[in-house]
């Protein structure tokens, strides 16, 4: 089942169309894996197991699954208007593992402007504590085992160019003028 969205919409910074193109993108996403989840059941009871097909489409679960969660993450860690809570948990946190705020934006921040598609996380791993900004290929490529995903920021294209042409930059900006710092605090351990 998607989780209903629309409550983004009106977003300073991202255009409706934008919002309502990325909402679709992610009801595919939902869709697809829905989808998978049935054909490798089928395969699963028809004894198909030992096929090429299965193993395709095992292997694009990594994909469907990932792209539905973590759109799922990202609107879900939007849509915000109260600026990070400097004396919060979180703040602390991301001063003790990077020493200032400042520097894990930079951080964070120069992930999500790698080139390529695919999205920046901030992580907690479950095992230290330690937060961790990460690039992920697409949707399935890098996650860290073990680790909680904290803030998820998408920077594929459709995300950001039909606001911002090619300035990622200016999306980024964008989405962390957006950023809902109530649950991405909550995600924190
Ligand atoms: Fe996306």
Redesign the pocket.
């Known amino acids: 089942m998607a989780v209903d969205y629309s409550g983004l919409i009106g977003m300073e910074g991202f255009s409706d169309s934008l919002l309502n193109n990325?909402l679709s993108?992610?009801q595919g996403y939902v869709n697809n894996c829905n989808k998978l989840i049935e054909l490798l059941a089928a395969m699963l009871k028809e004894g198909k197991t030992g096929t090429p097909e299965y193993a395709e489409l095992k292997r694009r679960m990594g994909f469907e699954f990932n792209?539905m969660r973590?759109?799922e993450y990202?609107f879900g860690n939007i849509g915000g208007k109260q600026a990070l809570d400097e004396s919060g948990r979180l703040a602390k946190k991301l001063i003790e593992d990077f020493g200032s705020y400042s520097e894990w934006e930079k951080d964070f921040q120069g992930t999500g402007m790698m080139r390529g598609i695919g999205w920046a996380i901030l992580y907690q791993d479950n095992m230290t504590g330690k937060l961790i900004n990460q690039w992920i290929n697409e949707h399935e490529t890098g996650h860290l085992a073990g680790c909680t995903p904290i803030l998820v920021m998408?920077v594929?294209e459709?995300?950001y160019i039909t606001d911002y042409g090619l300035k990622r930059a200016s999306y980024i900006q964008a989405f962390f003028n957006n950023i809902n710092w109530g649950v991405v605090e909550g995600r924190l351990k």
């Open positions: 990325h993108l992610y792209g973590l759109h990202y998408d594929f459709h995300a």
